[in-house]
C-alpha cells in the first residue's frame, strides 16, 4: 500500500543552520504530497504542498520539489530560527480527492539560538 | 484561516467514564476525520465520514465510537474510559474535491 518515510528525528540545529529533512514516498498513481507542521500544544498546520511532479511548494521560506523519478519531496529552508522549531510531518493523498491522508511519523525539529 | 473547533482542548478522566469529544467546523466541508496521535507523535486514521450519516473505521482499530448528524458536527465517543486511550485527538475536515485537511487545536485526553 501507500506509505510514506521520513527522516527520523531530532534534529538539532542552531539558528541560520540550513535544513533538509528527507521524505521518500511509495505510491499507485500520482499523489500530491504535502508538509504539515505541528507546534507545541497545536494542532497540524498546512506548511506547503505540491499536486504533480515538478512542481515546487514554498512557504516562510521552507520549500519541496516533487520529484517523481526519486519519488521524494525533501522540505528545505536556507536559514533556519528559534520559532521554526516544530514537528514537520510528510503527507501525501491518494488521487482521489478527500481520501485520509497517509503522514510519515514526523520529524522533530529543535532550532537554538 | 481554517476554522475548525475541538473541545475540550485538555480532559483528565478516571477509568470507566464517558466521554464524548467534540469537533466542529463551519467551513461546510462534507469529509471529516478523527487521528490519534501516539507519544512519538505518530499519527493514526481512526474514523472518518464522507458526509452526513456516513462514518467508516479508519487504519487503527480504536474503541471509540462517532456519528455525523449534522455536517458541521462530528463527535467521538468513548462509553468507558481506559488508560489505554490517553493519547492526543485530533479532528481534520476537508473540502469537497480537495485533498487538503484543516486542523483542529487537538484534544489532549489523559485517563487515570
Known amino acids: 500500500g501507500d506509505s510514506v518515510t521520513q527522516m527520523e528525528g531530532p534534529v538539532t540545529l542552531s539558528e541560520e543552520a540550513f535544513l533538509t529533512i528527507n521524505c521518500t514516498y511509495t505510491?499507485?498513481?500520482?499523489?500530491?504530497l504535502f508538509w504539515y507542521v505541528q507546534y507545541p500544544g497545536e494542532g497540524l498546520q498546512l506548511l506547503l504542498k505540491a499536486t504533480k511532479a515538478d512542481d515546487k511548494g514554498s512557504n516562510k521560506g521552507f520549500e519541496a520539489t516533487y520529484r517523481k523519478e526519486t519519488t521524494s519531496f525533501h522540505l528545505e529552508k536556507g536559514s533556519v530560527q528559534v520559532s521554526d522549531s516544530a514537528v514537520y510531518f510528510c503527507a501525501l493523498s491518494a488521487n482521489q480527492a478527500g481520501t485520509a491522508l497517509i503522514f510519515g511519523k514526523g520529524t522533530t525539529l529543535s532550532v537554538s539560538s | 484561516e481554517a476554522d475548525i473547533y475541538q473541545t475540550p482542548r485538555y480532559l483528565v478522566i478516571g477509568t470507566g467514564k464517558k466521554i464524548t469529544l467534540e469537533c466542529s467546523q463551519t467551513m461546510g466541508h462534507d469529509k471529516m476525520y478523527w487521528y490519534q496521535q501516539d507519544p512519538g507523535m505518530e499519527l493514526h486514521l481512526i474514523h472518518y465520514?464522507?458526509?452526513?450519516?456516513?462514518?467508516e473505521k479508519g487504519d487503527l482499530s480504536s474503541e471509540s465510537t462517532v456519528s455525523r448528524i449534522r455536517t458541521e458536527h462530528f463527535p467521538l465517543t468513548l462509553e468507558s474510559a481506559r488508560p489505554s486511550h490517553t493519547s492526543q485527538y485530533l479532528c481534520a475536515s476537508s473540502r469537497p474535491g480537495d485533498y487538503e485537511q484543516y486542523f483542529g487545536p487537538g484534544t489532549r485526553l489523559t485517563v487515570t
Open positions: 505510491a499507485t498513481g500520482y499523489p500530491s
Open positions: 465520514s464522507y458526509g452526513v450519516n456516513s462514518t
